[in-house]
């Protein structure tokens, strides 16, 4: 692994923590994600089904998790099923786990092959009633592709159709919405390494480099740094570009005169980033885009303050609306009369910010929660406004990572630099 050890402790308190929300005779079981295959005779990398690593931090393929409190044969209350390897398979794969390193890394003490699984598996089912089963249930996601989870589980169900099936999606995201001390320090180092790639695009862009280059500067800083890359797919958008929300091309020139647009984080020990900052090509803002700048800035400063525990995302959103349509009146976008006559199914503000304010981060980018939650002191969310004007050839997005807490909500990238005067003065 690229990022330095973690305590075990942190992946047993989770497991102990999933095991106590299971009613008597319950088996929970976790897959980790596939391999998936890209052609030929290679794979897309492998990044670890999030569930598998919060309750283990195993990264390996093919790796089971079982959970069975109470069982019977107190041995196989929580068993982890590992690969066995073999010569050729370190020869040409490399290392894997040897069970006295799972062991090590996840805590759990029985460690079998994944060969034995059908065997325990049985011997857990003859005595349990429920099987709870660990499908990605992240709303308004499809995919046509079954995950592991969801096509081992399928088969179980044909073979095992008189248990009780339930769903660990709502268990485990009740407890991954709430961060650990060491799960905030792993969310922020990997705001540090963001921090620091941050500022190496700061003292290398200038007009005539592309896109493309500019995410080359970001890699290196990832890399040398102990990421394991990309929390997600990078948006380096310069100019009209910004105004394309999911842009992920980044092979277009950085012209003199242009913003550029960089939302990126780094993935650490698999808890991601999530950072936008916008920055002038030539490093300085015109009058414009420092007006349109500042009022963004403006609205991110004033809707932190309901990064506060009893606020929801949705008032979060709802708040940022507001302060837009006033932003919006002071930048010439719309007039107050406009405004006032508005059509409210297609509100004139979103012309111009289209997307939401606020999404919960973690060991996924948009890590899992509900909109409709009620904030609580552990959990990490974004804040990120934009404007976006295509018609001038800008968008500007500003987006912090923020804790919540019993009292002021913590900027965990309150090192990376976003006032405007700092950013040029970094530029010269
Ligand atoms: N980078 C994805 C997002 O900001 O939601
Ligand atoms: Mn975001
Ligand atoms: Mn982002």
């Known amino acids: 692994m690229r990022y330095l050890p973690i305590q075990s402790k942190l992946f047993s308190d989770n497991r102990n923590r999933f095991a106590n929300l299971l009613p008597n005779k319950s088996v929970a079981i976790f897959h980790s994600n596939e391999q998936y295959p890209r052609n030929g005779d290679q794979f897309f990398p492998f990044r670890q089904q999030s569930d598998l690593f919060y309750l283990t931090g195993i990264e390996q393929e093919k790796t089971i998790l079982v959970i069975a409190p109470g069982a019977p044969n107190a041995k196989l209350q929580e068993v982890l099923f590992i690969i066995r390897s073999n010569e050729t398979m370190a020869q040409w794969e490399g290392h894997k786990y040897t069970a006295e390193e799972a062991r090590a890394i996840s805590g759990v003490h029985q460690i079998r092959f994944v060969e034995d699984y059908d065997l325990v598996l049985r011997e857990l089912l003859a005595w349990a009633i429920n099987i709870y089963l660990n499908f990605n249930e992240y709303p308004k996601f499809f995919s ?3 995950d592991r989870n969801e096509r081992i589980g399928l088969a179980l169900k ?21 961060k650990s001390e060491e799960e905030i320090k792993l969310i922020q180092e990997a705001c ?10 700061l003292n290398t862009i200038k007009p005539g480099m592309n896109e493309m280059e500019v995410q080359a500067e970001i890699e290196h800083e990832f890399t040398i740094n102990r990421a394991n890359g990309h929390g997600y797919q990078p948006i380096i958008a310069s100019g009209k570009n910004a105004c394309i929300l999911h842009y992920i091309e980044n092979d277009q020139e950085c012209k003199d005169g242009d913003l550029v647009l960089l939302d990126v984080g780094a993935e650490y020990a698999n808890y991601s ?31 932190i303050k309901l990064y506060v525990p009893g606020n929801s995302i949705n008032q979060i ?13 002071g930048l010439g976008l719309f007039t107050l009369s406009e405004l006032e006559a508005q059509d409210l199914k297609s509100p004139l503000f979103k012309n111009y910010f289209m997307h939401g304010t606020a999404h919960f ?3 996924d980018v948009h890590d899992v929660g509900p909109k409709e939650s009620i904030l609580s002191p552990g959990m990490v969310l ?31 990238m309150a090192n990376i630099p976003i006032e405007p005067d700092e950013i040029e003065g970094l530029m010269r």
Request: with cysteine.
């Open 192 to 201: 540090e390494i963001t921090n620091k790639a941050f500022r190496r695009v």
């Open 273 to 303: 980033a999530d950072m936008s900052r916008t920055i002038p090509v030539n490093g300085h803002f015109s009058d414009r885009q420092r007006a349109c700048y500042q009022a963004v800035l403006r609205v991110q400063r004033e809707v």
């Open 317 to 329: 959103n709802r708040r940022t609306e507001e302060l837009m349509e006033q932003e919006m009146i």
């Open 158 to 178: 044909e073979s095992f159709p008189l248990h009780t099936y339930h769903r660990a999606a709502p268990l485990i995201t009740q407890l991954r919405m709430i």
């Open 144 to 146: 046509e592709v079954k």
């Open 361 to 363: 981060l973690g060991l």
């Open 382 to 412: 974004t804040c990120e406004p934009g404007i976006y004007i295509a018609e001038e050839n800008l968008g500007i997005r500003l987006e912090n990572d923020i804790l919540i807490t019993e009292g002021e909500p913590i900027n965990l």
